[in-house]
């Protein structure tokens, strides 16, 4: 399983990335991962007019959106929109940050999924 991820280089500007997450036969139930551990999640509603210019990420995390729609930028101005059922990886704990924004007026609902210090994809 594939997922984007933004993370920060030498220069602490951002990018876009890919992890891929490594799947296991896991029965009749489908393929898993293996477990991965977590600290915090967090819940939370944006608003339609959002618009956060750049900020890192406060730590690193899992974001999984459930509702609504959002465009990040990364330093080298690339964007892409992301919705529900998107996962994006935030490693860009430092440096310049990305920016994010509501889009088509959507409220956003997501949850946030801190990862513990030794989690790596």
């Not at 876009?16 to 819940?43: M, N, R, T």
């Not at 101005?77 to 996962?87: C, I, L, Q």
């Amino acid at each position: 399983m594939k997922i984007k991820r933004i993370y920060n280089d030498e220069h602490g500007k951002s990018h876009f990335g890919e992890v891929e997450i490594p799947l296991a036969d896991g029965g009749p139930i489908g393929l898993l991962s293996e477990k991965y551990g977590a600290g915090k999640i967090i819940f939370r509603e944006t608003p339609a007019d959002y618009d956060f210019k750049w900020h890192p990420a406060p730590a690193r995390q899992l974001l999984f959106i459930i509702k609504g729609r959002a465009e990040f930028t990364v330093s080298d101005g690339e964007r892409h929109v992301f919705g529900a059922g998107d996962v994006l990886l935030l490693e860009d704990t430092e440096g310049e940050g990305h920016c994010s924004k509501a889009m088509y007026n959507e409220v956003r609902h997501s949850i946030f999924v801190t990862l513990a210090p030794d989690v790596t994809f």
